[in-house]
């Protein structure tokens, strides 16, 4: 599978060159797979479709279960998964920003987010939903979030990184505290980190979820790609 730009198969990408160090990676013959370090996230991806390729992927989802795989919305995704089970398969838009949009986030005190918090993000993440998040998550870096009441309320971050982009992620707010521009002012934080390192802002949402791909448009964000996330067995 040829790569015309590193967000083709972004997963691939990121676990390959700036992520690599939190992968666990299968070469033999001429194929290659790897997988994101599963107490850091559920993602995999074969090099190609190839035999060897499918095989080592079959291998490291065995190993480690509980993957998940993004690739583009009408690629043969069949040709390059494992002989594992698929559990769900959703269809995405990825969607990127060069530019954040005028904003007014007032003072909000954003904190700088690290492993003393690990817990109580997954414990957010666990309740919002935000997508796939592990207790390791934040060793990908650029977590940021808002306590109140003395508890984690909100967060945002980076995940999949590749050749000139940063991907927005775990984006959440406590249902408690909904509707008071928490998501759109962390999210503005992130990207607007991303951007000062001469970096795009990459994300990736639900298709069919109108009003979160509505909220990133608000921010900057157009549609680049539609795609589609499998969650294996």
Not at 38 to 52: H, K, N, T
Not at 71 to 91: F, H, K, M
């Amino acid at each position: 599978m040829s790569l015309a730009h590193p967000l083709d198969r972004p997963a691939w990408s990121a676990l390959t060159t700036r992520v690599s160090p939190l992968t666990i990676r299968r070469a033999q013959g001429q194929g290659a797979a790897v997988r994101l370090d599963p107490d850091v996230g559920v993602f995999a991806a074969a090099a190609d479709g190839s035999p060897d390729s499918r095989a080592l992927l079959d291998a490291l989802c065995r190993e480690y279960p509980g993957a998940g795989l993004v690739e583009p919305e009408g690629e043969p995704i069949e040709a390059v998964l494992p002989d594992v089970p698929v559990v769900s398969r959703a269809a995405c838009v990825q969607m990127t920003a060069e530019a954040l949009t005028p904003g007014h986030e007032g003072d909000l005190d954003i904190l700088t987010l690290d492993e003393a918090d690990a817990d109580e993000m997954l414990t957010l993440a666990t309740l919002t939903k935000p997508g796939p998040f592990r207790r390791g998550t934040l060793r990908l870096g650029g977590f940021i979030g808002v306590r109140r009441e003395g508890r984690l309320i909100a967060m945002a971050g980076e995940r999949m990184k590749v050749d000139g982009f940063t991907e927005l992620s775990g984006v959440c707010t406590h249902p408690d505290f909904r509707g008071q521009g928490l998501a759109g002012a962390l999210s503005r934080a992130v990207v607007a980190g991303i951007l000062a390192r001469g970096e795009g802002a990459f994300l990736h949402a639900y298709a069919d979820h109108a009003a979160t791909v509505a909220f990133y448009e608000s921010l900057g964000f157009r549609v680049r790609a539609r795609m589609t996330y499998t969650v294996l067995a």
